[in-house]
């Protein structure tokens, strides 16, 4: 199984530039007392790092292969990204998310002009459908995670950090199925190796926690939580290698500490971010979480996405009090 190198991430930065943005590193040591800086993805352009994946991996398809069009199965940011993509290429896009997605990640594939299509609660469900309807209509499969084409360039997101901190000392990487925190960690330690990445992935939804311990990529028979782009059952086998060759460690977040961050990040940085985006101030903003040593040491956060309604922002502020 072949992993992502710097060449292929140096690469993969090229074809997205003047697509994807280089999204800001912002200094939030005084308000956080540490040395904090937030990658900033929630200002993406679809309000999250999918973009970069979705986009290198379409545009490398052959012309005749990209003509009949892509699917791809996501709870919403993915499939926005995908969508914008495709519009961007003038190919056609299909995108299957959860009945339980939110009216405004939806109206954001709609808004781009991709097909929406409706499966199940679950990423195994929503995968199952997406073969069934590729094969059908002879789409091309655009993973959400775990395809080198799309670690690589979410491995960009650790270039950028590495060009704006030389010195960086720790990441913390929201973790879902694992595209972004392999391809940031492939970034960061192959260029800097006394580095340290760290994933951070909700109680309810610890499938990479649960795969290390096993040794392999095993599926979860169910998830939960409030951080909805952090809900794969299983992670990718490809995503699965980086983490063991490249992921310092990866630890757990509870909802709470997670609507905590959002509040914290509303009110202290002046960022909107949901809460998929926010795991990785999570487990900063508490210091069990964050690893001894962190506090005095350079660390970024990337805040994966800003996808949020205002209703849910609302009321995850009035839970986290002040």
């Not at 199952?128 to 059908?136: D, H, I, P, T």
Request: hydrophobic share 45%.
């Amino acid at each position: 199984m072949k992993l992502t190198t710097t060449i292929d991430i140096e690469q993969a930065s090229a074809r997205i530039r003047g697509i994807a943005v280089q999204t800001p590193l912002v200094d939030v040591s005084a308000q956080s007392r540490r040395a904090l800086w937030l990658k900033c993805e929630n200002l993406q352009v679809t309000g999250s790092f999918k973009l970069r994946g979705a986009y290198n991996m379409v545009s490398r398809l052959p012309e005749e292969v990209r003509r009949r069009g892509v699917i791809t199965y996501s709870s919403g940011n993915h499939a926005q990204a995908l969508a914008y993509a495709a519009r961007a290429l003038n190919v056609p896009a299909v995108v299957v998310m959860p009945t339980t997605a939110s009216a405004i990640k939806v109206e954001g594939e709609r808004g781009y002009g991709a097909k929406i299509l409706k499966e199940g609660t679950t990423s195994l469900e929503r995968r199952g459908r997406v073969e069934q309807v590729a094969l059908e209509r002879g789409l091309t499969i655009v993973p959400p995670f775990d395809h080198e084409d799309i670690v690589a360039e979410q491995g960009t997101v650790g270039h950028e950090i590495l060009d704006a901190l030389p010195d960086v000392n720790r990441v913390y990487v929201p973790l879902g199925g694992g595209g972004l925190l392999s391809g940031v960690s492939a970034a960061v330690v192959q260029a800097r190796p006394s580095a340290k990445v760290i994933g951070v992935e909700p109680v309810g939804a610890a499938r990479m926690t649960a795969s290390l311990a096993a040794g392999h990529p095993v599926t979860l028979e169910s998830v939960g939580s409030v951080a909805d782009g952090l809900l794969p059952v299983r992670p990718g086998d490809l995503t699965f290698a980086h983490v063991r060759r490249f992921v310092d460690q990866v630890v757990t977040v509870p909802d709470e500490a997670i609507e905590r961050a959002v509040a914290w990040l509303f009110r202290h940085a002046k960022l909107v971010v949901e809460p998929s985006g926010a795991a990785g101030v999570a487990a900063l903003l508490d210091d069990a979480d964050a690893g001894e040593g962190a506090t005095g040491e350079k660390t970024v956060a990337v805040l994966s996405g800003g996808n949020i309604a205002p209703s849910t922002l609302v009321e995850i502020m009035a839970r986290a009090g002040d």
